[in-house]
């Protein structure tokens, strides 16, 4: 059983164009957690999705930031016009129901603006 | 809100001794899961341990144990024996189980505890 798929695993963005990160979550899983690192810092949840619904986002900035997980496919992260502040490690975590299942993470997306 | 503070930025030990890594955490919830989660430098986050707060039971996993201290909201990991594969950051983290609140689903995650392993 394939973990959890992060791609790309590194991206570079210049200032202002848009970032995708994607996340294949492990088979059976239909829950979806989004986690951001900045450097030297613990992780900060950012969203919560099932298949075809957000159930938290408290965690999201308000602007630019936006997630989905399709019925089919993986659950998108978009990050529109990026700026420098927004260079962190993007880990996307699933769990194979709710959440008193564990949590599965994958390597992450390490996002560069330059 | 729930809030978890890891007051050792770094810690060190030498290879085959016991370290003991700290976390503090705060929560009006009676009933909750906490984690200890590793990251060595591939920043892959590794599950290490899990404590469930209505078992009193202190968890085990091979060299790794916690002491969980529920009236004092503490939760150390302790690492026997230790290896130099254990070198990593370590972070400690909260859930809720309440599902009618607001942070059902989330990790909270500490600052994060850098752990050095001398040969």
């Known amino acids: 059983n394939a973990g959890v798929m992060q791609n790309p695993r590194h991206l570079v963005r210049r200032r202002g164009q848009e970032a995708r990160l994607r996340c294949s979550p492990m088979?059976?899983?239909?829950?979806v957690y989004w986690y951001r690192q900045l450097p030297e810092e613990g992780l900060k949840f950012m969203v919560y999705?099932?298949?075809?619904?957000?159930?938290?986002e408290s965690g999201m900035p308000k602007e630019r930031f936006s997630a989905e997980f399709p019925k089919e496919g993986p659950s998108i992260l978009r990050i529109q016009q990026v700026v420098r502040g927004d260079s962190a490690a993007y880990f996307c975590?699933?769990?194979?129901?709710?959440?008193?299942?564990?949590?599965?993470f994958g390597p992450g997306t390490r996002l560069t603006v330059t | 809100a729930q809030t978890v503070t890891q007051s050792q930025p770094e810690m060190s030990v030498q290879e085959a001794e016991t370290v003991t890594l700290s976390c503090t955490y705060d929560?009006?919830?009676?009933?909750?899961?906490l984690f200890w989660y590793k990251q060595p430098p591939s920043r892959q986050m590794i599950l290490v341990i899990r404590?469930?707060?209505?078992?009193?039971q202190n968890a085990t996993e091979n060299r790794f144990s916690v002491n969980f201290q529920k009236a004092a909201k503490s939760f150390s990991l302790k690492i026997s024996d230790s290896q130099l594969g254990d070198a990593a950051m370590y972070f400690c983290?909260?859930?809720?189980?309440?599902?009618?609140?607001?942070?059902?689903?989330?990790?909270?995650f500490g600052q994060g505890t850098i752990l050095t392993v001398h040969p």
């Open positions: 975590a699933s769990s194979p129901q709710g959440a008193f299942y564990e949590q599965y």
């Open positions: 088979k059976g899983h239909s829950h």
């Open positions: 999705l099932q298949k075809e619904n957000i159930i938290d």
């Open positions: 929560t009006s919830e009676s009933d909750y899961y």
């Open positions: 404590q469930e707060a209505y078992k009193q």
């Open positions: 983290a909260y859930r809720s189980t309440n599902t009618g609140g607001t942070s059902y689903g989330k990790l909270t």
